[in-house]
T-cell receptor
């Protein structure tokens, strides 16, 4: 079955630094990948997505990179701000039921 | 446009009591989902629905029942609550289609079973 792993459960960065959150997956058939952000006490919120026919997609201060060869997904946050402190989940689409990773907690120090 | 709303926000139950959690979405989405989130466990799918009148089991369905009588509502029922069901419950919806679309989540319901 599918599995989604995260390389680090917690990532601490200084305000202004760039952050990179990684996600590994096992299902080669996955064709849609999503990153969510969950702030404390709230539900997950969509950040950015990418289809399998792309290897990079940019949003506002965020970039998602997809390496299908090694089945790896990353979320890059530029100039990290205190408001970016949250848990970040990657999710795999491609069926009725998305598969979520366990999440990485991003802590931004002022 | 309220998105996905959940009722109630908090609830405390005694073991053996029953309750229903209500999820409503105003985006005309086909798919709806119920998840539970426990510390260190991420999101686990309880039940889901791919359209009005349909429901299906997810990863952890035992002890829960669901109904989707109206497209905009998805109800999660606990017939006899147990302490193991203490958790935060999230409802989500998506447009649906061949590939899973982006999910929109509600604010969550924090349930404590004593």
């Amino acid at each position: 079955g599918e599995s989604v792993g995260l390389h680090l459960p917690t990532l601490s960065v200084q305000e202004g630094d760039n952050s990179i959150i990684n996600c590994a997956y096992s299902n080669s058939a996955s064709d849609y990948f999503i990153w969510y952000k969950q702030e404390s006490g709230k539900g997950p919120q969509f950040i950015i997505d990418i289809r399998s026919n792309m290897d990079k997609r940019q949003g506002q201060r965020v970039t998602v990179l997809l390496n299908k060869t090694v089945k790896h997904l990353s979320l890059q946050i530029a100039a990290t701000q205190p408001g970016d402190s949250a848990v970040y989940f990657c999710a795999l689409g491609g069926s009725y039921i998305p598969t979520f990773g366990r999440g990485t907690s991003l802590i931004v120090h002022p | 446009n309220a998105g996905v709303t959940q009722t109630p926000k908090f609830r405390v139950l005694k073991t053996g009591q029953s309750m229903t959690l209500l999820c409503a979405q105003d985006m005309n989405h086909e798919y709806m989902y119920w998840y539970r989130q426990d510390p260190g466990m991420g999101l686990r799918l309880i039940h889901y629905s791919v359209g009005e009148g349909t429901t299906a089991k997810g990863e952890v369905p035992d002890g829960y029942n669901v109904s989707r009588l109206k497209k905009q509502n998805f109800l999660l029922g606990l017939e006899s609550a147990a302490p193991s069901q203490t958790s935060v419950y999230f409802c989500a919806s998506s447009r649906g289609g061949v590939s899973t679309d982006t999910q929109y989540f509600g604010p969550g319901t924090r349930l404590t079973v004593l």
